[in-house]
């Protein structure tokens, strides 16, 4: 196989893992490969002057946009911790726009992929970016099909990372890819990470935000269930808390928060299933009965379904270690 040329675009104020993770993997990589069918990483720019990104780390591109001029075979757009709050720069927005005559695959990590819709490249097509911002990103680029649970989505010739280390994930799929999942597997080993994550995003972001108005009768029905987490709540039971008709809890409850009771209670009882698996060594079974869900089988159902985990290794993930 050839060499693959790589380009990473950077900016000022760019998240540092976003660079570095996807680099490293490809890095990492070239020490199984041959000389012939190694990676070759640049960093493009606006300019060549130092940047600083956002945890203080100064870069300096390799190319300008007007430099790389050529083709590449990979070229993927860093973020930035938030997402950019217009269009980039034009010379910027110029050069993204023609990634699909310049490179073979091209796509983003992180809020990249704002830069990606501001150039028109994400209508209609499936992407993924930071749960945090994945909402942002489909208000912004209503075309879009955002998956805001997924940790990489590759789309024809378009992929797309989440947030921060996720660039590590696409990094490793990519190699995978081109050089097997042996090859992705021994980078993986070397960088102390896996192959492939277990489940999706949700994982790592909190299910439950706070209402808009927490005098609200919503709000007064949310607090009620998270208070009361394993009872069983109906949405006649709801109702009489708020002091409405069922038929009507059932509207406001969905023009307030953009979910289904339902949905709500099932959520809350995923987060307070996720606070105990964390902060405890309780068994499943009453892990299962204190958040309502009644078994261990249906809580591991709901977890597999939401968060592409089962208890059990969400536990043995994010299990808080108290030190001594």
Same mark, same amino acid.
């Given at each position: 196989?050839?060499?693959?040329?790589? =380009?990473?675009?950077?900016?000022?104020?760019?998240?540092?893992? /976003?660079?570095?993770?996807?680099?490293?993997?490809?890095?990492?990589?070239?020490?199984?490969?041959?000389?012939?069918?190694?990676?070759? !990483?640049?960093?493009?720019?606006?300019?060549? $002057?130092?940047?600083?990104?956002?945890?203080?780390?100064?870069?300096?591109?390799?190319?300008?946009?007007?430099?790389?001029?050529?083709?590449?075979?990979?070229?993927?757009?860093?973020?930035?911790?938030?997402?950019?709050?217009?269009e980039?720069?034009?010379?910027?927005?110029?050069w993204?726009?023609?990634l699909?005559?310049r #490179? #073979?695959?091209?796509?983003?990590?992180?809020?990249?992929?704002?830069?990606?819709?501001?150039?028109?490249?994400?209508?209609?097509?499936?992407?993924? !970016?930071?749960?945090?911002?994945?909402q942002?990103?489909?208000?912004?680029?209503?075309?879009? %099909? +955002?998956?805001?649970?997924?940790?990489?989505?590759? /789309?024809? &010739?378009?992929? !797309?990372?989440?947030?921060? !280390?996720?660039?590590?994930?696409?990094?490793?799929?990519?190699?995978?890819?081109?050089?097997?999942?042996?090859?992705?597997? %021994?980078?993986?080993?070397?960088? +102390?990470?896996?192959?492939?994550?277990?489940?999706?995003?949700?994982?790592?972001?909190?299910?439950?935000?706070?209402?808009?108005?927490?005098?609200?009768?919503i709000?007064r029905?949310?607090?009620?269930?998270?208070? %009361?987490?394993?009872?069983?709540?109906?949405?006649?039971?709801?109702? =009489? +808390?708020?002091g409405?008709?069922?038929?009507?809890?059932?509207?406001?409850?969905?023009?307030?928060?953009?979910?289904?009771?339902?949905?709500?209670?099932?959520?809350?009882?995923?987060?307070?299933?996720?606070?105990?698996?964390?902060?405890?060594?309780?068994p499943?079974?009453a +892990?299962a009965?204190?958040?309502?869900?009644?078994?261990?089988?249906?809580m591991?159902?709901?977890f597999?379904?939401?968060?592409?985990?089962?208890?059990?290794?969400?536990? $043995?993930?994010?299990? &808080?270690?108290?030190?001594?």
């Open positions: 196989m050839p060499v693959q040329a790589v =380009a990473i675009v950077v900016c000022e104020g760019v998240q540092a893992l /976003d660079v570095a993770g996807p680099m490293d993997v490809f890095s990492e990589a070239n020490t199984f490969l041959g000389s012939a069918d190694r990676y070759e !990483t640049v960093l493009v720019a606006a300019h060549r $002057n130092p940047l600083r990104a956002s945890n203080g780390i100064r870069m300096v591109a390799d190319l300008t946009f007007d430099e790389a001029a050529g083709g590449f075979d990979i070229v993927l757009v860093a973020g930035t911790p938030t997402p950019p709050e217009a980039p720069e034009p010379c910027l927005l110029q993204v726009k023609e699909p005559w #490179s #073979s695959l091209y796509g983003s990590i992180c809020t990249g992929a704002f830069v990606l819709g501001y150039a028109g490249l994400l209508d209609d097509r499936r992407v993924t !970016t930071h749960w945090q911002d994945a942002a990103l489909a208000a912004r680029f209503p075309r879009a %099909k +955002v998956e805001p649970d997924l940790i990489y989505v590759r /789309d024809g &010739r378009l992929i !797309t990372a989440a947030g921060v !280390t996720a660039g590590i994930d696409l990094g490793l799929a990519l190699v995978g890819q081109r050089h097997g999942a042996e090859t992705a597997l %021994k980078v993986a080993k070397r960088l +102390v990470v896996v192959a492939q994550r277990q489940g999706g995003q949700s994982q790592f972001s909190p299910y439950l935000t706070a209402p808009a108005d927490p005098e609200a009768p709000a029905i949310q607090d009620h269930v998270m208070a %009361k987490i394993a009872d069983r709540h109906t949405l006649e039971s709801l109702a =009489a +808390v708020a409405m008709s069922p038929r009507n809890l059932a509207r406001h409850f969905v023009q307030a928060t953009g979910i289904t009771p339902h949905e709500f209670i099932e959520r809350a009882r995923v987060d307070a299933a996720r606070m105990m698996l964390e902060g405890s060594d309780r499943l079974k +892990v009965f204190d958040c309502g869900f009644g078994s261990a089988d249906r591991r159902i709901v597999s379904a939401r968060l592409g985990v089962t208890p059990l290794q969400y536990r $043995n993930s994010f299990r &808080r270690v108290e030190s001594e």
